[in-house]
C-alpha cells in the first residue's frame, strides 16, 4: 500500500546550521512520483520538486537538495545554511502513476529556524 | 492566468449547517482534487475527479459530497456540518507529476 512516513515532528536549529528532512516511503509500483512542498506559517503550498522513480540523480537547487535511494526508499531534503525564512512545514509527497494520479501526503515535518 | 482559485477564505458554521467550497481553475485540467488538512496533519483526499461528469472517493469522502459539471469547476458540498470536519481544505488540479493547488479555506464547524 502507499504510504509515507516523515519520523520527524518538529526540527529546532540555528540559522545557518544545516538540516536534513527525513523521507520514507512504500510503494507497490515501479512508476511513481515523489514531491517535497512546503507550507509557511501564511498556509499555502509551496512545491519544491518532483522526482520520477526513474531517475535517482540527486538534485540540487540553491541552498536545498535532495538524495533519492531507491535500495532505502528514501528521498530525504537537506537544506544547507538554513534561513529564518526556511521556517515552515515541510510534506513528502507520493503519487502511484498508475492510481489515477492521487498524491498521498505524509504528516510533515515543523521546522523552525532560530536566529 | 489565476491558476486554482477557492472560495470563501475563511468560514465559521454551526453544526447541521450546509456549504458549499468552491473551487475553480483556469487552466483546463482534466483532473481536480480535494483534500483537507488537519491540525498538525498532512493532507487527506476527499474527492478527486478525472473529467466533467466524473467523480470519485478519495480517503475520506464521509460527510462530503462533489459534483463537476464542467472542467473549471468543482465545488464541494457539506450537508450537515459537524465538528470533526473542522479543517483547512485545499482544492488541486493537475496531474500526477504536476498538481497545482488552492490557497485554502479555513472552515470551522462550532
Known sequence: AQKVTQAQTEISVVEKEDVTLDCVYETR???????????????ELVFLIRRNSFDEQNEISGRYSWNFQKSTSSFNFTITASQVVDSAVYFCALSEA?????????????LHILP | NAGVTQTPKFRILKIGQSMTLQCTQDMNHNYM???RQDPGMGLKLIYYSVGAGITDKGEVPNGYNVSRSTTEDFPLRLELAAPSQTSVYFCASG?????????????TVT
Open chain 2, 33 to 35: 482534487y480535494w483534500y
Open chain 1, 98 to 110: 498508475e492510481r489515477d494520479d492521487k498524491i498521498i501526503f505524509g504528516k510533515g515535518t515543523r
Open chain 2, 95 to 107: 496531474r500526477t507529476y504536476e498538481q497545482y493547488f488552492g490557497p485554502g479555506t479555513r472552515l
Open chain 1, 29 to 43: 509500483d515501479t512508476t511513481y512520483y515523489l514531491f517535497w512542498y512546503k507550507q509557511p506559517p501564511s498556509g
